[in-house]
């Protein structure tokens, strides 16, 4: 998508939410509904006229969304949705795996009763919402399921470690539902991984969660080799390779 096939994101904002709240609210939202597709230029003059909003402040929306993943600033300062690579992907989903395996066994013995109900009624929402192919009602229920798995873990350093990944997790879910390279029943697995929680095992809930996540990995990399993702070069924002990784 190029510069000038940018779409329409709704018009003037107004509230009294700060401006640049709304704009990184609504510019978050186009993103993880793949209305911006990765690499696509995001013009701050453009924006700033349809929003009816200062540069400023869509400069602050746009800082936040690069500091949280979701867009990059080129080496002239233009902005453009993040393209995530193939080690990206790898290197996303291993720390996934590491970070929500020890975030479930946690969970195991410190997971509150209320918090397993509701991660119960958001599987069966999950459920109906595939059945009905509301694939943006799946992501997101599956996106707070996950949240409650870690705030569970009751340890607020993993919760912060984790948003790091959660832009891209959230768009690459929508990505693996909507193009079908997600194999296996990844709803039923969830809830494997919710009955090993209430369950108090520890290391059956550990092991479930990698497991997902290297489900959820494979289901990424059948989009590069399909093409949908395309190749980059690019590195996610705030990673550094180390010498050696290619």
């Given at each position: 998508?190029?510069?000038?096939e940018?779409?329409?994101?709704?018009?003037?904002?107004?509230?009294?939410?700060s401006?640049?709240?709304h704009?990184?609210?609504?510019?978050?939202?186009?993103?993880l509904?793949?209305?911006?597709?990765?690499?696509?230029?995001?013009?701050?003059?453009?924006?700033?006229?349809?929003?009816?909003?200062?540069r400023?402040?869509?400069?602050?929306?746009?800082?936040?969304?690069?500091?949280?993943?979701?867009?990059?600033?080129?080496?002239?300062?233009?902005?453009?949705?993040?393209?995530?690579?193939?080690q990206?992907?790898?290197?996303?989903?291993e720390?996934?795996?590491?970070?929500?395996?020890?975030?479930?066994?946690?969970?195991?013995?410190?997971?509150?009763?209320?918090d397993?109900?509701?991660?119960?009624q958001?599987?069966?929402?999950?459920?109906?919402?595939?059945?009905?192919?509301?694939?943006d009602?799946?992501?997101?229920?599956?996106?707070?399921?996950?949240?409650?798995v870690?705030?569970?873990?009751?340890?607020?350093?993993?919760?912060?470690l984790?948003?790091?990944?959660?832009?891209?997790?959230?768009?690459?879910?929508?990505?693996?539902?909507?193009?079908?390279?997600?194999?296996?029943?990844?709803?039923?697995?969830?809830?494997?991984?919710?009955?090993?929680?209430?369950?108090?095992?520890?290391?059956?809930?550990e092991?479930?969660?990698?497991f997902?996540?290297?489900?959820?990995?494979?289901?990424?990399?059948?989009?590069f080799?399909?093409?949908?993702?395309?190749?980059?070069?690019e590195?996610?924002p705030?990673?550094?390779?180390?010498?050696?990784?290619?």
């Amino acid at each position: 998508m190029s510069a000038d096939e940018f779409p329409e994101l709704g018009g003037p904002l107004a509230s009294p939410v700060s401006l640049a709240q709304h704009a990184y609210e609504r510019i978050q939202r186009v993103i993880l509904e793949n209305r911006l597709p990765p690499g696509t230029p995001v013009a701050e003059p453009r924006l700033a006229q349809e929003f009816a909003i200062s540069r400023t402040a869509l400069r602050e929306a746009l800082v936040r969304l690069e500091a949280e993943g979701y867009v990059v600033r080129g080496k002239a300062g233009r902005w453009r949705v993040f393209r995530m690579s193939r080690q990206d992907a790898i290197d996303i989903y291993e720390c996934r795996g590491s970070l929500e395996g020890l975030a479930a066994a946690l969970a195991a013995s410190r997971a509150k009763a209320p918090d397993l109900d509701r991660a119960r009624q958001l599987l069966k929402g999950c459920r109906e919402s595939l059945d009905q192919g509301a694939l943006d009602r799946v992501v997101s229920c599956s996106a707070e399921f996950h949240d409650i798995v870690f705030a569970s873990a009751a340890n607020a350093k993993l919760l912060s470690l984790m948003t790091v990944l959660q832009p891209q997790l959230r768009l690459n879910r929508w990505l693996m539902l909507h193009h079908g390279t997600r194999d296996g029943d990844y709803i039923a697995e969830n809830g494997n991984l919710l009955d090993a929680i209430a369950a108090h095992q520890a290391q059956r809930a550990e092991e479930l969660a990698k497991f997902g996540a290297q489900q959820d990995l494979k289901a990424v990399l059948c989009l590069f080799d399909a093409g949908i993702l395309p190749e980059t070069d690019e590195s996610l924002p705030g990673l550094t390779r180390l010498p050696g990784r290619s």
